[in-house]
């Protein structure tokens, strides 16, 4: 099994009581790429996932974390 990479996206921005349309407005980018991140079918760049961590007020490594056999 490959190594990869989970998230908490949807609950830190419930949590912060922001919609997938108001937190990509203010990333700058669209609502489905919010979808796509939070449903793990996209892997967002380290752009996007630092400024994700900084619209939710939040470290980057509560956002996302990686698992699988290479990791410890």
Do not use: Y
């Amino acid at each position: 099994m490959a190594d990869r990479l989970t998230n908490c996206l949807r609950e830190a921005r419930e949590a912060a009581g922001l919609t997938q349309a108001e937190l990509a407005v203010r990333i700058g980018v669209s609502r489905k790429t919010i979808n796509t991140v939070e449903n793990g079918v996209f892997v967002p760049s380290t752009v996007i996932a630092l400024k994700l961590a900084a619209a939710l007020g939040t470290p980057v490594e509560t956002l996302f974390a990686l698992v699988g056999p290479g990791v410890e």
